[in-house]
């Protein structure tokens, strides 16, 4: 079946630092791929998506590469600032029809100003 | 932007008690979901639910739950007697007809607390 995973945390960071989450992948077919956030006490809020080999996902200065190659979708940010604080999830979903999204056990990262 | 709601945000029951949960999906979208969080852990698929019947569940979605499309705008989970391990935050989703890579959006959940 398919699966996520994704690297533990928590992570924490000084504002302006380097961010990457690393995620790879176990799926059947093609996958679309997601990463989703959660805010202290908020609901999963799609950051950012991509649905076929190479294409990069961006959003509020994050991105990632969807890598068929070694089944992975990293996600990165240049300068990390204290309102990022969250638990981020990497996620994919089969392709058609009614295809539930499998997630990742998720990332918590703390950026420290 | 249109958005997925879900009432309560909030739920507190005694073990045993039936509980219904509350969805009110984006208004042009035809796939629905719930999905599950226990404290800590990740997100886990529920059900799946498209043309007023179940497309798919998890073996998590025993004969406790059920879900329902009562009318055109609500989508309804109910666990008819709820158990400790039943705590959790619940989510549901949305997506429009599917061609393959459309996205599921989800509401603010609903943290259910069984005591």
């Known amino acids: 079946g398919n699966s996520v995973t994704q690297m533990e945390g928590p992570v924490t960071l000084s504002e302006e630092a380097f961010l990457t989450i690393n995620c790879t992948y176990t799926?059947?077919?093609?996958?679309?791929l997601f990463w989703y956030v959660q805010y202290p006490g908020e609901g999963l809020q799609l950051l950012l998506k991509a649905t076929k080999a190479d294409d990069k996902g961006s959003n509020k200065g994050f991105e990632a590469t969807y890598r068929k190659e070694t089944t992975s979708f990293h996600l990165e940010k240049g300068s990390v600032q204290v309102s990022d604080s969250a638990v981020y999830f990497c996620?994919?979903?089969?392709?058609?029809?009614?295809?539930?999204?499998?997630f990742g056990t998720g990332t918590k990262l703390q950026v420290i100003p | 932007e249109p958005e997925v709601t879900q009432t309560p945000s909030h739920q507190v029951t005694q073990m045993g008690q039936e509980v219904i949960l509350r969805c009110v999906p984006i208004s042009n979208h035809l796939y629905f979901y719930w999905y599950r969080q226990i404290l800590g852990q990740k997100v886990e698929f529920l059900v799946s639910f498209y043309n007023n019947e179940i497309s798919e569940k998890s073996e998590i979605f025993d004969d406790q739950f059920s879900v329902e499309r009562p009318d055109g705008s609500n989508f309804t989970l109910k666990i008819r007697s709820t158990k400790l391990e039943d705590s959790a935050m619940y989510f549901c989703?949305?997506?429009?007809?599917?061609?393959?890579?459309?996205?599921?959006?989800f509401g603010p959940g609903t943290r259910l607390l069984v005591l």
């Open positions: 989703a949305s997506m429009p007809l599917a061609g393959g890579q459309e996205t599921q959006y």
């Open positions: 996620a994919l979903k089969e392709s058609g029809g009614y295809q539930k999204v499998t």
């Open positions: 799926a059947t077919g093609y996958p679309s």
